[in-house]
Structure formats: structure tokens, C-alpha cells
């Protein structure tokens, strides 16, 4: 598939970068970190955009990390705190799998945070991102955005599928009786915290294959520009320089 043998490439080039930025090939000392930032709709491919994107990374040297509702004692603490020992110093990189968002969507929609908690969150998070980029981290916002009929649609797959029904819970059809409610606070996040340092990149789910390109390329693009921020000019991409089967 024509998809597969882009994506092929893309890897190959994000692992060329992150030898460099780890300071394994080319330069002597660690670059800028890489934070991929990841949220969506129920069932927009959040997880095989992710797949791809690590694969060939080696796993001692990425960390991904999931998130779902805060507990009990997350909720005693400010609700930045839970994401500080998943975030990339320099010369590493984090993928999250939901992120500090959830403050101003799930934990909205919710009601697991006050009106004026969420509502204060959106200059909370664009300043504490701010704050990550000015020491070094690459901040790369991914939305994967998926049509209500799509959605349903790939719900009815997995309910049908014994082997991949586990992954369709309740939580996922209460959230769709909820998506106009959801869409509103999308719609907020999205105008709210978009800014230069770290923009949000609005991807669509509805073609997976479509979707797990952009991601790539749309990281890659991030990731370059950050390293000619720190001094780093990244290689000539041949498509062909690194042994697909490597890892750093």
C-alpha cells in the first residue's frame, strides 16, 4: 500500500532526528525535546497514529504515556502536576495519549471541574506551554477529528468483532450522546489555545491510512523547525540513509 511505504520513509526520517537530538549521531550533545500531544473523538485513530509514530523508536529512548480521568489523589493536587514525570528533558521525546486538555473538555463536559477551573485552565496551559518551549521542548499538537457518522460506524465494527469489542465501552456511547457538548468545548479549546508557540494541528480521522501520514509529516515539520531554533540544521532527507529496521 502506497500509505505504508510513505509512512516507511517518514520513520526513517524521525529516527534520523532523534539520533541527532539524542545526541547519538552527528552532534555532540542532546537537542530540543519532542512532546506529541495527542487528542481527538472516540475511535479517530488516536492509537494507530501513535503505533506508527514509535515504531521504530527504540522504547527505552520514547516514553508514551496514556491519561484518563484524574484520581482522587490527582484532584488534590494543581491538574498540571500529573503530567510532569512523563515530560521530555532535552534530547528526548514523550508521546501523550490524552493530555492536560481533558481539563477543558472531558472534566467539562463532565462536571469533574468547576466553571471557573476550566475556564482558567486555557491560560494556565498556554502558559505553561510557552514555558516548555523556551527551555528547548518541541510542543506538537495533534486533533484527529472524526464525523459523527464515522464514529458510529466504527463503533458498530468493534461491537461486532469478539476480539476488538473490548476496546467500545459504555463511557464511549455516553460520550456520544454527549458529542454536541463535546463539539462546543473542542470548538473553545481549539481558538483558546492555539498560539505560535505550540498551534494546534487539526487532522482528519475519517481515512486512517490518510490520518497516520499527516500525523508523521506533521511532526517531522515541527520537529525540524525546532531544531534549527537551537542551532541545529537537520540533514538532507534521501529517504534512504538509515536502515529501516533501526532503532534509537
Do not use: C
Request: proline share 4%; glycine share 8%; aromatic share 8%.
Amino acid at each position: 500500500m502506497e500509505s505504508e511505504a510513505r509512512i516507511a520513509v517518514l520513520q526513517r526520517r524521525l529516527l534520523h532526528l532523534r539520533l541527532i537530538t539524542a545526541g547519538l549521531l552527528e552532534h555532540p550533545g542532546p537537542g530540543p525535546g519532542l512532546l506529541v500531544l495527542f487528542e481527538g473523538f472516540d475511535a479517530a485513530g488516536k492509537g494507530g497514529a501513535i503505533k506508527r509514530l514509535v515504531a521504530r523508536l527504540d522504547p527505552r529512548h520514547v516514553v508514551v504515556a496514556g491519561f484518563a480521568a484524574p484520581s482522587e489523589e490527582e484532584r488534590r493536587h494543581h491538574f498540571l502536576w500529573r503530567f510532569s514525570s512523563s515530560l521530555p528533558g532535552l534530547g528526548e521525546m514523550s508521546v501523550f495519549d490524552r493530555s492536560w486538555y481533558g481539563r477543558v473538555l472531558a472534566e467539562r463536559v463532565e462536571h469533574l471541574a468547576t466553571q471557573s477551573e476550566w475556564r482558567r485552565a486555557y491560560g494556565e496551559i498556554v502558559a505553561f506551554e510557552r514555558g516548555l518551549v523556551a527551555e528547548g521542548v518541541a510542543v506538537v499538537k495533534v486533533f484527529l477529528h472524526l464525523s459523527d457518522e464515522e464514529q458510529l460506524r466504527r463503533f458498530e465494527d468493534r461491537r461486532a468483532d469478539p476480539l476488538r469489542r473490548w476496546k467500545l465501552t459504555d463511557e464511549d456511547w455516553r460520550n456520544r450522546g454527549r458529542r454536541k457538548q463535546y463539539v462546543a468545548a473542542v470548538d473553545e479549546m481549539l481558538d483558546r489555545t492555539h498560539h505560535d508557540d505550540a498551534p494546534w494541528h487539526l487532522i482528519s480521522g475519517e481515512n486512517k491510512h490518510y490520518a497516520r501520514v499527516v500525523v508523521l509529516e506533521t511532526v517531522i515539520a515541527r520537529f525540524e523547525e525546532a531544531l534549527r531554533r537551537s542551532g541545529i540544521e537537520p540533514p538532507v532527507s534521501t529517504g534512504s540513509d538509515f536502515d529501516p529496521n533501526g532503532r534509537t
